[in-house]
């Protein structure tokens, strides 16, 4: 029956490849399988992978820093500077590092697919190394970027200046701009598997929606507020409480109930008809 199995997912993943447009359950077995893999690694490989990714994360606010420095003050200067916080998600997903957002994906489908203690316990493990390794590498990135010289006095004041706008909302505000950014990210990964080439296209294009509709990332905006909070311009408290807490709800929520359950409620009975089959063989 394993031989069986593996033969299936071979030839899921192959249609995948071959198809434009594979269909929902194509999509649900290909994301879960990944999903399952990461649950099974090794906690060690999981907090290095989610280092890398915390530390890469700090090229979204570097690559904007440094447009924003060099662009006119100018309505459409924005714009451009946004496209620059896509360079962050464009090292960690095509570099297969562990982000948190992603995971509010990934391994929830085999959560799904599989409603017992075990699994959820996996969940939650694979959560918090992901999240803890993520949140040390902006701390380590934001400070190497606010106490080192190695970029001049014109960019500190532009990092300065973005990363204000992670702190700029009231609690609650910032939850739901939260929601659209775990929901959007969320919503990256489901559709990347059926990509192909336009992998790029597509992390980009979600990526720089975020940041141009201000919305809030846990891990992307924690470099902004480490940034803000090594430079004295604003506490511990303040990341915590207006950034942290209302962000990882957001996020968390808008990847977990918009994107892995409301998806999986689609390919539901398909899944189901799928495992009484494995049963029955």
Request: hydrophobic residues 55%; contains cysteine; proline residues 4%.
């Amino acid at each position: 029956m394993a031989e069986q199995t593996e033969n299936e997912d071979a030839e899921q993943a192959e249609s995948v490849a071959e198809s434009g447009r594979p269909d929902a359950f194509v999509l649900h077995e290909v994301i879960r399988r990944e999903g399952d893999e990461e649950l099974r690694r090794r906690g060690g490989a999981l907090l290095i992978s989610a280092l890398a990714a915390g530390l890469s994360m700090g090229f979204s606010l570097i690559v904007p820093g440094v447009l924003q420095a060099h662009l006119p003050e100018a309505p459409w200067a924005s714009l451009i500077t946004s496209l620059g916080y896509a360079t962050g998600f464009l090292i960690v997903v095509l570099g297969r590092q562990q982000l948190f957002t992603e995971n509010t994906l990934t391994p929830i489908l085999p959560l799904l697919h599989d409603r017992n203690r075990t699994t959820l316990w996996r969940v939650l493990r694979l959560w918090g190394i992901v999240l803890f390794g993520n949140i040390v590498g902006t701390a380590a990135i934001a400070a190497v970027l606010a106490f080192s010289d190695a970029f001049e006095p014109g960019l500190h004041a532009a990092f300065t200046q973005i990363s204000h706008h992670a702190l700029a909302s009231a609690f609650a505000t910032t939850v739901i701009k939260a929601v659209f950014a775990g929901w959007l990210i969320a919503l990256m990964v489901w559709m990347l598997p059926a990509t192909g080439s336009a992998a790029v296209f597509v992390i980009i294009l979600i990526t720089w929606l975020v940041s141009m509709c201000g919305l809030s990332h846990i891990v992307a905006g924690s470099v902004d507020t480490f940034y803000l909070v090594f430079t004295g311009e604003a506490s511990m408290v303040d990341y915590v409480w207006r950034f942290f807490l209302p962000t990882l709800i957001g996020n968390v929520f808008g990847g977990t109930a918009l994107v892995a359950v409301l998806n999986f409620g689609q390919v539901a009975p398909e899944v189901e008809a799928q495992k009484e089959s494995d049963g029955e063989a």
